[in-house]
T-cell receptor
Framework: AQTVTQSQPEMSVQEAETVTLSCTYD???????LFWYKQPPSRQMILVIR??????QNATENRFSVNFQKAAKSFSLKISDSQLGDAAMYFC??????????FGAGTTVTVRA | DSGVTQTPKHLITATGQRVTLRCSPR?????VYWYQQSLDQGLQFLIQ???????AKGNILERFSAQQFPDLHSELNLSSLELGDSALYFC??????????????FGSGTQLSVL
């Protein structure tokens, strides 16, 4: 299985500010998808954003955007204009040819009012 | 609400016992996935079913088994439970078969506590 690494256990951001979460992965595959999932205190896993490895353009969903660097195997998530409801644990995930979505350890985001 | 229903939400049992976790996928979704989330192991893929057939298998213990029924709901059976099996068990569903781009919709999970 591929390894997904999230090196930041916790991040704190002021409301309305921007925070960037890091994710790196290890793979020898060329075709794969990358995902960011959000897990709020309700425990529900919610898909935030998805990126196809073949697409050079970075995915964007409202205030959430990614910086996908394929050569560097890096997939960071930027949350702009942070809101209190963004407080959650965020998981980076990789889905490759074994179709077994592999998750990183997660980053807990705290939003300060 | 993701549309994926998991029951029960909480389960407390003793070591050596057997439990069954149930999952109803979103309407129209043919694939069901089971994941285990624990503090030490993180989120681990267990198994996937598509339209009643097993499609992919992860680090699922032999004490664990799953199946998907004709109405597409799925059950995860955990037997000879150990303290280390305490975890949050997620079910997820998706529309299609194995694919790299499948969007998974997760249920709220079943919190299993083995005492």
């Amino acid at each position: 299985a591929q390894t997904v690494t999230q090196s930041q256990p916790e991040m704190s951001v002021q409301e309305a500010e921007t925070v960037t979460l890091s994710c790196t992965y290890d793979t020898s595959e060329s075709d794969y998808y990358l995902f960011w999932y959000k897990q709020p205190p309700s425990r529900q896993m919610i898909l935030v954003i998805r990126q196809e490895a073949y697409k050079q353009q970075n995915a964007t969903e409202n205030r959430f955007s990614v910086n996908f660097q394929k050569a560097a195997k890096s997939f960071s998530l930027k949350i702009s204009d942070s809101q209190l409801g963004d407080a959650a644990m965020y998981f980076c995930a990789y889905n490759g040819n074994d179709y077994k979505l592999s998750f990183g350890a997660g980053t807990t985001v705290t939003v300060r009012a | 609400d993701s549309g994926v229903t998991q029951t029960p939400k909480h389960l407390i049992t003793a070591t050596g016992q057997r439990v069954t976790l149930r999952c109803s996928p979103r309407s129209g979704d043919l694939s069901v996935y089971w994941y285990q989330q624990s503090l030490d192991q993180g989120l681990q893929f267990l198994i996937q079913y598509y339209n009643g057939e097993e499609r992919a298998k992860g680090n699922i213990l032999e004490r664990f088994s799953a199946q998907q029924f004709p109405d597409l709901h799925s059950e995860l059976n955990l037997s000879s439970l150990e303290l280390g099996d305490s975890a949050l068990y997620f079910c997820a569903s998706s529309e299609g078969d194995v694919s790299t781009n499948e969007k998974l919709f997760f249920g709220s999970g079943t919190q299993l506590s083995v005492l």
